[in-house]
């Protein structure tokens, strides 16, 4: 608060000061706010400065501070005692208000509410009484202005001349009268000027203009259906008919040399003839003799080449079948059976893209061991690169299964496999053995070098060992149902084996059971190779899974 002007009115007397103050304190500012009345806010203003003035006054005296403190707490919980005490009642005196008027059962509000609403009460005397019998007020109202006598009522009646029903037949009966003479008028004949005598006379006159131009266009058609004028439509039609039949009987006709059936008769004489003389043999010069010549060299030469080849083919048996023997009676035999079936494997592996060693002739992970004699490795593009496939392969009559088990076992863990394939040689695998059987990691077979048909067999064994190394390292929920089909697969696969036993069986008496051996051998061969197209699938497959999981 800064003094802007004080002045003194009166200098002989100092109870009377007139102050003009500006004030900035916010506090005050803030206070003095809430009263914008200015004689309000100067009262307040007045109280505020006298408040002030007399604590100055009592703090020049040096009061004590504490003393201060205490009796200002003091004067708080008096006074908010005095707050609490006062709330309670107006609190209980506000509840007793309250209950003395909306209390359910005494309340004034609700007893004033029941005497208006209930029967006989006031609002249903004061309704009885304007809206209820015949003596109420709206009853007498409406009597007095609708009831009988009233002008309403005289208005309305159908008998009144003056009501409204007889003023409006009256107009109503003139209206249709005026409408009624002019209809009458408008078809009358008497009156030239009406719609019907006007109506007659455009139709009289269109009449006899249509009569004259319908003759006229008659006239003109009848010309034109006339065989007596040269020129009309029908005598052109007609001759332009003739003129076509005359040039079809004329094209038709075999007495006319330029007619079209003379010419295809030529064309088709010629045709014959020209056809007679090329597939004659009776002319050295005609097509079918030229034909003749060139079949006769070409069987000619075809039976020299097939005599030649019958020797040739008689020669190199002979030689083959005398190495066999000689073969047989030497102790080489067993090495022969050995790159035999390394030649198969070597053309399998190349045509499944996985490497392919001969190593019969080195040793192995045990210490001077060389047993297995080729390993072939699954490649980049399998479903488990770099897995190892161990082959024995045996033309020895002193093995029989229980050696060949043992002797596979080794071959894997010398070369570091995980499958095993032990191949015997039919000519000295033992009798009770099957042509293809598993026992866990290892797959027992046998094979013939000199018929074909046993390759299958090893292409067989090669695509289940590859399932089986791949089982090895990828177990997986997958895997496991793949490799359930393939072992369904090997079972169905032993069994077909087994009926090629009996084709091997057969073929020796093939003259009484011939077309029995073809009818088995082709069922057997497709079987086969649709169990070949199951196993790839199911390696497939896993190569898959494997890619997704990678």
């Given at each position: 608060?800064?003094?802007?002007n004080?002045?003194?009115?009166d200098?002989?007397?100092?109870s ?11 506090d ?10 200015i ?13 002030g003035?007399l ?9 004590d ?16 005692q ?6 309670l009642?107006i ?12 209390d359910p ?23 009885r ?7 109420s007020?709206?009853?007498?109202a ?6 009988e ?41 008497n ?18 203009t ?14 034109e259906?006339?065989?007596d ?8 039609l ?20 330029n ?20 597939l004659?043999?009776?002319d ?18 075809l ?6 080849f ?10 083959l ?34 490497p ?9 992970a ?70 293809f ?11 013939d070098?000199?018929s074909?048909d ?7 064994a ?9 089982r090895?390292?990828?177990e997986?929920?997958e895997?496991?149902?793949?490799l ?24 020796e008496t ?41």
């Amino acid at each position: 608060m800064s003094p802007a002007n004080s002045q003194n009115l009166d200098s002989g007397c100092s109870s009377n000061i007139f102050l003009h103050l500006e004030i900035s304190d916010p506090d005050v500012v803030s206070e003095l706010n809430k009263y914008p009345e200015i004689d309000s806010r100067e009262k307040y203003a007045m109280g505020a400065l006298r408040l002030g003035v007399l604590a100055l006054r009592q703090a020049a005296g040096e009061l004590d501070a504490a003393a201060i403190r205490n009796a200002a707490q003091n004067m708080l919980a008096d006074l908010g005692q005095m707050l609490t005490n006062r709330g309670l009642q107006i609190s209980t005196d506000i509840s007793g208000t309250l209950r003395q008027y909306f209390d359910p059962s005494t309340g004034a509000l609700t007893q004033r509410i029941d005497s208006l609403i209930r029967n006989d009460g006031e609002l249903d005397r004061a309704l009885r009484a304007h809206l209820g019998s015949e003596n109420s007020t709206i009853a007498q109202a409406l009597s007095a202005h609708f009831g009988e006598g009233s002008p309403i009522s005289r208005l309305l009646s159908p008998t009144d001349a003056t009501g409204v029903k007889a003023q409006l037949e009256n107009v109503m009966e003139a209206a249709l009268q005026v409408q009624r003479d002019q209809i009458l008028n408008e078809f009358s004949l008497n009156n030239k000027e009406s719609a019907l005598s006007r109506l007659i006379a455009e139709l009289t006159s269109s009449n006899g203009t249509l009569k004259s131009e319908l003759q006229g266009e008659v006239d003109k058609l009848a010309c034109e259906f006339s065989l007596d004028k040269p020129d009309s439509a029908l005598s052109r039609l007609v001759a332009r008919v003739e003129n076509a039949h005359q040039a079809i009987t004329d094209e038709f006709s075999a007495d006319n040399e330029n007619s079209a059936i003379v010419r295809l008769s030529r064309m088709l004489e010629e045709t014959r003839q020209q056809i007679d003389k090329n597939l004659t043999l009776d002319d050295d010069s005609s097509a079918l003799s030229r034909v003749k010549r060139e079949l006769t060299s070409t069987i000619e030469a075809l039976a020299t080449t097939n005599a030649s080849f019958q020797n040739e083919v008689r020669a190199t048996l002979a030689a083959l079948q005398a190495r066999k023997q000689e073969a047989a009676r030497s102790t080489r035999h067993g090495h022969e059976f050995e790159a035999e079936v390394g030649i198969l494997l070597a053309t399998e592996a190349q045509r499944l893209n996985d490497p392919y060693e001969s190593v019969g002739a080195t040793t192995g992970a045990i210490k001077n061991c060389k047993t297995g004699d080729f390993v072939t490795t699954l490649g980049p593009d399998s479903a488990a690169p770099g897995a190892r496939i161990v082959w024995e392969a045996k033309e020895d009559g002193s093995y029989d299964l229980k050696q060949a088990l043992a002797e596979i076992a080794v071959a894997r863990k010398n070369r570091q496999a995980q499958i095993g394939v032990f191949v015997f040689s039919t000519k000295t695998a033992p009798d009770t053995l099957q042509p293809f059987a598993r026992y866990g990691n290892d797959i027992i077979i046998t094979w013939d070098a000199e018929s074909a048909d046993s390759d299958l067999r090893v292409r067989v064994a090669y695509s289940v060992a590859r399932a089986l190394v791949i089982r090895e390292s990828h177990e997986s929920v997958e895997s496991d149902q793949a490799l359930k089909a393939i072992d369904i697969a090997t079972r169905s696969i032993e069994k077909q084996l087994d009926n090629l036993e009996q084709i091997k069986i057969w073929a020796e008496t093939v003259r009484s059971n011939g077309e029995k051996v073809v009818d088995r051998a082709t069922r057997m061969r497709a079987d086969l190779s649709k169990e070949i197209e199951a196993l790839d699938r199911q390696v497939n497959g896993l190569r898959t899974c494997v890619a997704q999981a990678a």
